[in-house]
């Protein structure tokens, strides 16, 4: 059977980078992006800015289980597949240094990549994220720290062949280059290592071969429309939604994926034969994550 309906897409949807919070929306976000279509999320640790972040190995156990329970509510409630990437986020990192230190906050920085990569290994969690390095400006001394920690990083994550979700600032291509040498140094296959926020440009050329989910806001489509066929890795689509009552136009509600699949789905049947759009809308959404995090989409 087709899953292309009267030219809508009625096939898998997948959020590949989504945070949840048990008080804001939490479960109602789940049922919003259920109900126009979603069928499967990766859910992505979500550090306590606004509260205190952890300062020992024992916080971040805790936080990495509060994600790992939520994952498995979300589960149990809606039966759709959720994958979970946990890891201690840059922003994180960079704030514990006024209290750690920078030697200290790095220390546990790493300790915690490692508690991830245990857990990832028990098979609780299925990815190492958001790793990477401020997006914003810092000192030369936090700046060079935080990519000495992030090839570090790197290469544990290619030790444990693990992929990896990845924070890091928007300077165009010069950042998709910058990361891939340091995949490349590290032995991690760039296939694994996974741009996340990523602007709608996924030809290779500006890529230089890294993963990534796009940041599917308005416009996105038709930078999608406009790249796609000269992508060399596989990509997906995000919202980044944070969950978070303060900030509700920060980043994208939990029903775009779905709604951005149907105008991709369109706005391909315009030009492509559709299943040339069923066979590329799958890999979005079905062979590409699956592949990438070891679970079934």
Known sequence: MSSIVDGHWVGPVVDQHIHLDRSNRYLSAIEEFVRVGGTGIMLVHKPGFSGSLPLDKEGYRRAYSETISMADE?????????????????????????????????????????????????????????????????????????NENLSQIMAEAAISKVPIQLHVEDAGSQTYSEISQMAVQAGLPLSQTIRHYAPPNVSSDFTYGLACTVSVGR???????????????????????????????????????????DELCSALLAESNPNDVENLLFKIHSEWPSKLYGIEF
């Open 219 to 261: 416009g996105s489509v038709e930078g999608l429309v406009s790249t796609y066929a000269n992508a060399s890795a596989s990509w997906g689509m995000e919202t980044d939604f944070l969950d978070d009552s303060r900030r509700p136009g920060a980043v994208l509600g939990p029903k775009t994926i779905p709604k951005r699949t």
């Open 74 to 146: 979300v589960r149990e409630k809606f039966a759709i597949t959720v994958g979970v990437v946990i890891g201690p986020h840059p922003v994180a990192w960079e704030r514990q240094i006024s209290e750690l230190g920078i030697d200290q906050a790095s220390e546990l920085h790493l300790e915690s990549v490692d508690l991830a990569l245990e857990l990832i290994e028990q098979g609780k969690a299925h990815c190492l994220g958001e790793v990477g390095r401020p997006h914003y400006e810092v000192s030369e001394e936090t700046w060079t720290k935080a």
